[in-house]
């Protein structure tokens, strides 16, 4: 019985990202070019670039959420790290999506962003 990965149990909520992608590291350092403007952490550092995926047209796909849903820049954030992606050289496209399933917690910030709010 073959079922979709996300109905499997026990598998993750957050799909995995494709970290074997020779621009995997380009497009990681473009999403640290882009900050929440209510805290000095960028993004991926707070753990709010939840997956990303990159095919072999070196087309991009992100999947992010907000530190809350009533974010002040929910509607313009996605463009940020769209356009933030797109200036990567070799990325031919960048879609970038919004969830909060699950939702962000503090647990999912790196420890650079820990240290940096004084958290560590």
Known sequence: MNQPQDQLEGAPLIRPSTTDH?????VVDACRTVFDPEIPVNIFDLGLVYTIEINAENEVEV????TAPGCPVAGEMPSWVQDAIELVPGVKSAQVGMTFDPPWGMDMMSD???LEL???
């Open 63 to 66: 999947l992010m959420t907000l």
């Open 118 to 120: 004084g958290f560590m």
């Open 112 to 114: 650079e962003a820990r």
């Open 22 to 26: 020779p621009l995997y590291e380009q």
